[in-house]
Nanobody
Framework: QVQLVESGGGSVQAGGSLRLSCAAS????????MGWFRKGPGKAREFVAA????????QYADFVKGRFTVSRENAKNTVSLQMNSLDVEDSAVYYC???????????????????WGQGTQITVSS
């Protein structure tokens, strides 16, 4: 079956960096656009970043532009999220998701994603 497993979460001080990874199995990874979403305490789930199946197109939420970078390695079935200049407001559970894609487009719509990981916690302290 399809599995998406996030790793790299943890605690960091404001201004620090973390790199999340998501390892996919049970699917043809290069056929899927990938996305990162997050859910903070008392908040709704929100889009963070997405990357097209070939990696040539990316999308970012306005609040992360210039701080976060999404990338993927299709040969390794992994997608990563490099997070710099972290703020307390970035504290959340981060999820990766996979969307079967017939075009090379990224998407920020969670309803269009087919599979989700279990999430990894990021805690940023001041």
């Amino acid at each position: 079956q399809v599995q998406l497993v996030e790793s790299g979460g943890g605690s960091v001080q404001a201004g620090g960096s973390l790199r999340l990874s998501c390892a996919a199995s049970g699917l043809t990874f290069s056929s899927y656009a990938m996305g990162w979403f997050r859910k903070g305490p008392g908040k709704a789930r929100e889009f963070v970043a997405a990357i097209s199946r070939r990696g040539s197109e990316t999308q970012y939420a306005d609040f992360v532009k210039g701080r976060f970078t999404v990338s993927r390695e299709n040969a390794k079935n992994t997608v990563s999220l490099q997070m710099n200049s972290l703020d307390v407001e970035d504290s959340a559970v981060y999820y990766c998701a996979a969307k079967l894609s017939f075009t090379n487009q990224a998407t920020n719509d969670p309803a269009r994603y087919n599979y989700w990981g279990q999430g990894t916690q990021i805690t940023v302290s001041s």
